[in-house]
């Protein structure tokens, strides 16, 4: 048997920065990881998802460069073999750089599955490989998965390869004429807006009745209308009742409609890995599909904890970070706990969309006295000067009894770079008027933070 302070079961976000963490503190630490370490994010989703949406926005640019003053010739061509190659590349290299770490961290990563086998009086015992390890510790970091819904026809889909997720759309080397998505979530947003970009027919087929979930409702609308203007067309209020083989049978507020499709996006939601390693061998608990845990990390069993999306509280990369720190911080016997309500959330679509905290409807339902401001983005020079369109937006919302920042959206391009700031001011609940006198430097589009700031009176 090999002994370690803690045992990380999944290489993700969560896993691999909480073995290094956890490394860097005095705790000798080991790893299992049966893939490729960085996760989901790293090898099927955020990383890989941003080097394709990049490549669109050069296209992008090119279609429309004399709106800049540079013209080109021709229409622009996408090689779709070679966005994949790059797309590839770029994962290795960031995989390559976990790898570095770890090993610079002092952490024994274990390329295989491991298996919860019991608790003892020294700890939690895994096996993997036939070896057998114990440690005090035991942090849970498995992951999610893409879920399947259950329609008639699914399964052959699947098979025939109709029927794809993030995962494989990421690595189509040939652009489909026609993609039918289900979810208008931010896998499928993202998705429609690089392959629309890039010339298929892009149908969205969402069960509520608007896209991006919780968003707010403008900024929801301000996007929907930037997609479709690309082409991309939405089902709203509907559902794919069945996959045919070309295509699916959708439910709308009209009665049912066929749609062709050469590939169907399912990208409604994922679902935490919880079966499968031995959970239920040492009465860890679940609750609707996802181990529990507390503002710690900590879940039922003593010294074990569970962090990034298989806790089903987040389900984002930079959330996962986070988690796996406060819960190493806890096994150390150092006070640290999560604080979800200002963890921001970004959508990568042109134009980017990003959120922190509360939209003021769901402020006001949770009985806050709150209010909100609303900017154009077109307050900041630098945006008005790298853009052309000037449909984005910044909404603030407040706590009026507080006089503090409790939530932000916003829409436009650097969406992503301006919720930095705010979810910071929220997070650390800086007084509205402390905050009036931060300086921002100029010209840069996050000026506008600023000007809303000055909007609460």
Not at 68 to 73: E, R
Not at 122 to 133: F, I, L, M, T
């Amino acid at each position: 048997m090999e002994n370690f302070d803690l045992t990380v079961l999944g290489g993700g976000p969560a896993g691999y920065n909480a073995a290094a963490y956890a490394a860097s503190k005095g705790l000798s630490v080991v790893l299992f990881e049966k893939n490729e370490l960085g996760g989901v994010c790293l090898n099927e989703g955020c990383v890989p998802s941003k080097t394709l949406l990049n490549s669109a926005k050069v296209l992008n640019y090119f279609k429309h460069g004399e709106n800049y003053g540079v013209k080109f010739s021709g229409d622009g061509e996408v090689s779709q073999v070679a966005v994949v190659d790059r797309k590839n590349k770029v994962v290795k290299r960031l995989v390559t750089g976990v790898r570095a770490k770890l090993k610079g961290a002092g952490v024994t990563v274990v390329k295989a599955e491991a298996k919860i086998l019991c608790r003892d009086e020294n700890g939690v015992v895994v096996q993997s490989e036939n070896v057998e390890y114990n440690s005090k510790f035991l942090l849970i970091a498995t992951g999610s998965s893409a879920f399947i819904p259950k329609i008639p026809g699914v399964d052959k889909a699947i098979e025939s390869g109709l029927a794809i997720t993030n995962r494989e759309a990421l690595n189509l080397v040939e652009i489909p004429k026609t993609l039918l998505i289900m979810g208008g979530g931010v896998i499928g947003l993202e998705m429609a807006d690089y392959y629309s970009s890039v010339g298929s027919d892009v149908v969205v087929v969402e069960m509520l009745g608007k896209i991006a979930g919780a968003t707010d409702e403008k900024v929801s609308a301000v996007l929907q209308k930037a997609l479709e203007k690309k082409g991309v067309k939405f089902r709203l209020s509907s559902k794919v009742k069945e996959i045919t083989e070309n295509g699916a049978v959708v439910e709308t507020e009209n009665g049912e409609e066929e749609i062709l499709a050469d590939k169907i996006l399912l990208s409604v939601g994922r679902r935490a890995n919880v079966t499968g390693f031995g959970l239920e061998n040492i009465g860890v608990e679940t609750e609707r599909g996802a181990i529990v845990t507390d503002s710690r990390l900590k879940t039922n069993v003593e010294n074990v904890y569970a962090a990034g999306d298989v806790n089903g509280k987040s389900m984002l990369a930079h959330t996962a970070y986070r988690e796996g720190e406060v819960a190493v911080n806890n096994m150390l016997n150092v006070p640290d706990e999560m604080n979800y309500d200002s963890i921001p959330s970004v959508i990568y679509t042109t134009p980017e969309v990003a959120s922190a905290g509360y939209t003021l409807n769901a402020a006001l339902e949770k009985g806050i006295n709150a209010d909100e401001v609303q900017l154009s983005l077109m307050y900041s020079g630098r945006y008005i000067a790298e853009n052309t369109d000037y449909t984005g937006i910044l909404k603030l919302v407040y706590d009026k009894d507080n006089n503090v920042l409790i939530g932000a959206s916003v829409v436009g391009n650097y969406a992503s770079e301006y919720i930095v700031a705010v979810s910071n001011l929220i997070d650390m609940k800086v007084d509205i008027d402390r905050a009036k006198k931060l300086v921002f430097p100029h010209p840069t589009v996050c000026e506008v933070v600023r000007e809303g700031l000055f909007e609460i009176k």
